[in-house]
């Protein structure tokens, strides 16, 4: 099992780091690999994620739930999926949390969760999460300070998971397609 307890610094306000965490679509864009897939009626949708351990290149899908409480900037994710061969099954939890840092003059995103693997690729996926999760959370957050701010990232002196960028990234995508939906139904209202 890999546990995640990060904290990102941003430096904008909690409001503006809310609103691209909160939409999938900003959040898959900070995620080298990472892609949208199809929504489904129950609000969930399906990512993929394409991971290199070392030599190895593993290609993840999962059908992913996201529930955003606004007023909280709190969002609580869950994944299930497997690995392009089947050989490997994952299953996530997490919740993430915009706080202001008026400290620094800005915000924190908290983010907390559990990964559970199990099948063929999951003690190398273990093996190397600890590279990988430090490589990704630095490009990760990187690119969430620079869309946050507008402008060019500096190297963000905390690192947020490859999980936590997972469950930001799923919880950006849930969110557009429950207003997406939210859209439709009050259009077929009128």
């Known amino acids: 099992m890999i546990e995640i307890d990060e904290e990102i610094p941003v430096p904008a306000p909690p409001e503006r780091v809310w609103a691209v965490v909160s939409d999938p679509e900003a959040v898959v864009s900070c995620i080298n690999g990472a892609e949208l897939g199809a929504s489904h009626e129950d609000g969930s949708f399906d990512g993929t994620l394409v991971v290199k351990f070392g030599a190895v290149r593993v290609r993840f899908g999962a059908r992913v ?3 955003l409480d606004e007023p909280e900037r709190e969002g609580r994710l869950s994944a299930k999926g497997r ?38 690729l999951a003690s190398l996926i273990e093996a190397g999460a600890g590279a990988v999760v430090s490589r990704m959370t630095k490009d990760f957050s990187a690119e969430l300070v620079r869309k946050c701010t ?25 969110h557009k397609r429950q207003n997406e939906r939210s859209e439709v139904r009050s259009g077929q209202a009128e």
Request: proline content about 8%; glycine content about 12%.
């Open 150 to 174: 507008g402008g060019t990232a500096t190297e963000p002196p905390a690192r947020p998971s490859l999980w936590a960028r997972l469950r930001d990234w799923w919880q950006r995508i849930v």
């Open 83 to 120: 690995d392009g061969q089947g050989a490997t099954r994952f299953s996530a939890n997490a919740t993430f949390r915009v706080v202001p840092d008026p400290a620094a003059g800005g915000s924190r995103v908290r983010v907390t969760g559990q990964v559970s693997l199990a099948g063929k």
């Open 65 to 67: 739930a996201l529930d």
